[in-house]
């Protein structure tokens, strides 16, 4: 991890090959980091502060909505120590499976959905590394 993110409150390392992007909606603040091939990274932070369960259950109606093929498992995995809600979502996308994981927990500042996803036979290499992004989240004021 080369390459390091650091704004809007939060800070994050990630590869330097991947690309950033970061976009401004509303009350919303998203930033994603791609790999050269299928799989990202992404946080939104949603300064309007809805549930955590509220932001995971869009997130897996957007899935619903964009795929035929689409399978939601609960999980325990969290982003460090921080409370919050958990789903995996495989669904299929040209006939490729695909795996996203969603991980939501709020903060006194906002609410904070990470979102990665790729090509099942590519995150055999990528996940790795996107988990990687995941535990180098910091918060504004978190000690490293």
Aim: a negative charge.
């Amino acid at each position: 991890m080369d390459e390091t993110y650091e704004g809007n409150g939060i800070r994050f390392r990630y590869p330097a090959y991947w690309e950033l992007l970061e976009q401004e909606e509303g009350e919303s603040t998203s930033i994603t980091v791609a790999s050269p091939e299928t799989s990202f990274w992404s946080i939104s932070l949603f300064r309007d502060s809805p549930s955590p369960e509220q932001v995971v259950a869009s997130a897996v109606e957007a899935f619903r909505e964009e795929y035929d093929e689409v399978d939601v498992y609960p999980s325990d995995e969290r982003m460090g120590d921080r409370p919050g809600v958990a789903n995996d979502v495989d669904f299929v996308c040209f006939e490729l499976i695909n795996s996203a994981f969603l991980r939501a927990f709020q903060t006194d500042r906002f609410t904070v959905l990470v979102l990665y996803q790729g090509f099942d036979g590519e995150l055999v290499e990528t996940r790795p590394l996107l988990e990687a992004i995941s535990a180098s989240l910091k918060l504004e004021g978190e000690e490293d």
